[in-house]
């Protein structure tokens, strides 16, 4: 039996186990958003269908918790496309690295409800593309080919007229209206931090991923030059849970404050007063007959 089928076979009592016996404390780091059985549920399914994954969590089941602690706290579930759990192989030994996908980074962001709209996207050699810092509130960006139709737009020749990606770019539309700080990487920005990514050259790295097919290799890791972007967006944008919630406070707090600069309403006095009885028969005015008050005239 293979290394990979006897690591399949064992993890009813492996990693699948060990995951389940520290879901307390997945619970204590995940947002509240996060149900546990699902988050668990996915991590398990990840292993389950593939087995290089399974391996290497039965080998490192330290690296499979580490990786899904980051992933609880970040209020992703794991195994999915917000964060991928990835087979490395280090001093001949496999082992899991958790990944952070782009669209993790930017559901961070629109979590957070300080975010209306967020806008990545990679530029090509043939793009036609304009920004200037503080005249441009964002960048003129036009993708594809050239022309009047839909094939020239979206076909062959169209997809072939972009070439190589050489920059992306990244920005957000705030929830008050403002446009956020562009962020613009060249392709050195972009190498650098592959570069300082652990096994991105590696085979199963998202760097090597075709994100355009095999007929668009200059397409090759596109995903990861998006995320890269997002990223260094972060500083610029709200990006957690946390940021709704100590706007809630700040809201509140204010509204406690105006309440206390209020003066205090008035109290209800008693007024001092003479007490009138209802009038009688006797206390009514006498009537006068028209004779008699001719008579006083």
């Not at 441009?136 to 062959?156: I, K, L, N, S």
């Not at 003066?263 to 009138?276: S, T």
């Amino acid at each position: 039996m293979s290394t990979v089928s006897q690591a399949v076979e064992k993890a009813g009592e492996g990693p699948v186990k060990i995951m389940w016996s520290r879901r307390a404390h997945f619970d204590a780091i995940a947002p509240a958003h996060v149900d546990v059985e699902a988050f668990l549920g996915t991590a398990a399914a990840a292993l389950y269908s593939n087995a290089r994954l399974m391996e290497a969590a039965t080998t490192s089941p330290d690296s499979l918790i580490t990786a899904m602690l980051e992933c609880a706290a970040l209020g992703h579930l794991p195994g999915t496309p917000d964060y991928y759990l990835t087979p490395r192989k280090a001093k001949g030994r496999w082992r899991i690295l958790g990944i952070e996908g782009y669209r993790g980074v930017i559901e961070r962001m629109y979590r957070s409800g300080g975010v209306a709209s967020v806008h990545v996207r990679e530029v090509c050699a043939g793009d036609a593309f304009r920004y200037v810092e503080g005249q441009d509130d964002r960048p003129y960006h036009e993708v594809g080919g050239r022309g009047q139709t839909g094939a020239d737009f979206f076909g062959e020749k169209g997809n072939r007229e972009r070439g190589e990606m050489v920059g992306v770019y990244a920005y957000a539309r705030l929830t008050t209206g403002a446009w956020s700080r562009v962020v613009l990487l060249d392709r050195n920005d972009v190498m650098a931090a592959k570069a300082s990514n652990e096994g991105s050259d590696g085979e199963y790295s998202p760097w090597q991923r075709l994100d355009a097919g095999p007929e668009h290799p200059e397409l090759r890791g596109r995903s990861m030059w998006w995320k890269t972007a997002a990223k260094r967006l972060e500083p610029w944008v709200p990006t957690s849970a946390e940021y709704r919630r100590e706007m809630l406070r700040a809201s509140a707090k204010a509204a406690d404050l105006r309440r206390s600069s209020l003066p205090p309403p008035p109290a209800d006095e008693v007024q001092d007063a003479e007490l009138v009885d209802e009038p009688t028969e006797q206390d009514s005015p006498t009537h006068y007959s028209p004779e008699e008050v001719e008579e006083m005239s």
